[in-house]
């Protein structure tokens, strides 16, 4: 059972827009077969557990409705490993 979440936490819901019957004719053959679906993060308006259908409040006070998915979600993406070759572009030969 997963824990409870109170009113007021930042979370990320999702939200299927199109089921995969639903997509367009003329997109590629393995985007097809997919959902199209919309993830937002906002404030939870009611206490409620992973899983549940919740409504959030977004930061421009945006209700939107979906199911709970992340507790506190946050940014997981970087540039890669630093290319050494590029630290020195424009300096002109200052190093």
């Known amino acids: ?34 959902p199209y679906v919309m993830r937002v993060a906002g404030f939870l308006t009611s206490d409620a557990r992973v899983g549940d259908e919740v409504t959030v409040r977004t930061l421009i006070d945006r209700p939107v409705s979906g199911v ?21 572009i424009g300096l002109g030969g200052r190093i």
Do not use: C
């Open 68 to 88: 709970l998915k992340v507790i506190r979600p946050h940014y997981q993406h970087s540039f890669g490993e630093t290319v050494e070759e590029l630290l020195t």
């Open 1 to 34: 059972m997963s824990e409870e979440v109170k009113a007021g936490t930042w979370v990320e819901i999702e939200k299927v827009l199109l089921t995969p019957q639903q997509r367009a004719p003329q997109v590629p053959d393995d985007t097809r077969a997919t």
